[in-house]
């Protein structure tokens, strides 16, 4: 039978605050363990959290640009569990009352515009980190740092509307995207910065009603996303298709074996009886604040990429690759502004650029070569001094070295060749060289016209002027 | 009876409680006398009357995001049953 994929994605993002959600901590990645921790971390008797203001800023910036309602009244509550990375034997998160509701993300699909509906932002405390292997003695014991705990997260809980792997993995690249834009998240998917869990069930297609689903967690790239999720759909399907039931439950992603496990019966019993946090009072937004933290918003992606189009007249493809990032954005307006054609710069971005960078697995803020160096070898190229073709030679050099274009073309002897005389001697040595393919160029084959090229830009290694070089050859021949 | 005995087995299991036969017959009594107690409460009319989270009327209490120095680990850790080069040390954990 045909199934249709009814996919709904939890994703974690931390915030960028200085310090923790519920106390002065500083929320570092990769200090010494249990360096970054206080009695309010560990849950230590008579200590009280005090609220972040600036993780609730954050997260009416996450909500104004996801299109977000604000609640007016909102509330914390305690999430209780048993698990050793949570001290206080409760997580403080938001329940009944969130602040932020019913908001949406728009999706690029197969270039159709696709909406999707955020049920939720709440923010909550990040759990502690249990190491399971530390070396030699081996098994008896887990091991707690809590330096993770109490850095502040939102939970965006998408609705679900989504319906493939490619969707679900579009959502959340423009999903960070945004978060990234507004300064508010790293977007950090390997120091877990931006984490997602994924709910998924299947319906036979034209179906309204839900199929039972299953939570798969511990998915941390794109990539994963998409495969767990890929995994997820055949082996759902396979069951249907026998006959048998779905079962919930969560399931775990197994990056290297590729598929998801059963987390059999560790879930069982889970009762998080939440309540109001009674330690953390509410959080009342009036309308001024709001209008406050939407004033300091800055350019989103969406906004960004229809600007590129109508200001630089360049291909809506170009510039929702331009505005994936908003240091990447960044750059190819500072190129513009040393070097004013929008899609030659795009062109060499977004093909020789973003190939290196991908090779070296960076990220543009990494990128050996500032936007003014691109900038001054294109202008090489139509000063004459570099061809095209040079130009891609030395661009690779310059990424490597850091030394700027002319410097490049200086040191290799690579300016291009542009005396006339000169081409038109080796022109002459060229066709006297070839006697019977000049004859059949004048008898007709005509093709043999690139063949001329080639060689005499073979001996010029590829110096020379190629448009002296097809004049002269004209002329020749 | 409001609270039956698998109720009093199931809050003991969330609790990480283990209680012997006898335990469990006194507690479920026990738990129901004090819902009992509070249902007197329910015979007053309360639908005028805003659900009370906190006993005190405060709202928006904050910090600013300042970092302050954390707490030394030598003394968190000295809170622990067990620590090992600077972690809690705790029963396995089976992923």
């Not at chain 1, 990040?126 to 939102?154: C, M, W």
């Not at chain 1, 493939?164 to 579009?170: D, F, I, L, N, P």
């Not at chain 1, 073309?409 to 002459?428: F, Y």
């Amino acid at each position: 039978m045909e199934y249709e994929p009814v996919i709904g994605l939890e994703v974690h993002a931390q915030l960028l605050t200085q310090s923790k959600i519920f106390c002065n901590c500083s929320t570092r990645f990769g200090e010494e363990p249990n360096t970054l921790t206080c009695p309010v971390c560990t849950g230590s008797p008579g200590s009280l959290p005090v609220l972040n203001k600036k993780v609730v800023e954050y997260t009416l910036r996450a909500a104004l640009a996801t299109h977000c309602q604000i609640a007016p009244y909102s509330l914390f509550a305690r999430k209780n569990y048993f698990y050793p990375d949570l001290p206080k034997g409760y997580q403080i998160s938001q329940y009944e009352l969130p602040l932020t509701v019913d908001g949406y993300i728009d999706i690029q699909i197969d270039s159709q515009k696709k909406r999707i509906g955020i049920i939720r932002i709440h923010m909550e405390e990040d759990a502690g980190k249990l190491i399971h292997d530390l070396s030699s003695e081996q098994g008896s014991h887990s091991y707690v740092d809590f330096n993770r705990t109490g850095v502040p997260l939102i939970e965006i809980v998408s609705a679900p509307d989504i319906r493939s792997s490619e969707e679900a993995s579009a959502y959340l690249r423009k999903l960070r995207a945004i978060l990234m834009f507004l300064d508010i998240c790293d977007g950090n998917m390997e120091e877990g910065s931006f984490r997602c869990d994924a709910n998924i069930s299947l319906r036979p297609t034209g179906r309204k009603a839900f199929g039972v689903k299953t939570e798969i967690k511990n998915i941390n790239s794109f990539r994963n996303v998409q495969r767990a999720l890929e995994f997820e759909i055949r082996r759902q399907t396979a069951l249907l298709d026998q006959g048998e039931e779905v079962l919930q439950e969560t399931r775990l992603w197994d990056a290297g074996k590729g598929v998801t496990i059963s987390m059999r019966g560790k879930e069982e019993a889970h009762d998080y009886r939440y309540f109001p946090d009674p330690d953390l009072v509410p959080l009342l937004i009036n309308p001024p604040w709001i209008e406050e933290i939407r004033a300091t918003l800055p350019e989103l992606p969406e906004a960004k990429k229809e600007r590129f189009i109508r200001e630089y007249g360049i291909p809506e493809y170009d510039a929702e690759i331009l505005t994936t990032s908003k240091s990447l954005a960044n750059y190819y307006e500072s190129c513009l502004g040393h070097y004013p054609k929008p899609k030659i710069v795009s062109n060499w971005i977004m093909s020789e650029l973003l190939r290196e960078l991908k090779k070296d697995d960076r990220e543009i803020e990494e990128c050996p070569v500032p936007a003014l160096h691109l900038s001054e070898m294109l202008k090489l190229i139509d000063e004459g001094i570099i061809s095209g073709k040079i130009a891609k030679s030395v661009f690779e050099e310059m990424y490597h070295s850091g030394k700027r274009a002319l410097e490049i073309v200086r040191e290799k002897g690579l300016v291009q060749v542009s005396d006339s005389a000169e081409i038109e001697k080796i022109v002459g040595e060229v066709l006297s060289a070839n006697p019977e393919k000049v004859e059949a160029y004048r008898k007709g084959k005509e093709k043999l016209f690139g063949f001329f090229v080639g060689q005499v830009m073979k001996a010029t290694q590829g110096k020379a002027n190629p448009q002296m070089v097809n004049e002269l050859l004209k002329k020749k021949l | 009876m409001k609270i039956t005995r698998e109720e009093v087995e199931h809050v003991a299991l969330l609790a990480r409680l283990k209680f012997n036969e006898k335990e469990k017959e006194r507690f479920t009594l026990q738990l129901n006398s004090i819902l009992q107690y509070m249902e007197k409460l329910g015979e007053l009319d309360t639908a005028y009357v805003e659900p009370t989270f906190h006993a005190i009327a405060k709202t928006n209490v904050f910090r600013e995001d300042v970092v302050k120095p954390s707490f030394p680990r030598d003394l968190t850790l000295n809170n622990a049953p067990d620590g090992h080069r600077g972690l809690f040390q705790v029963p396995k954990i089976i992923e």
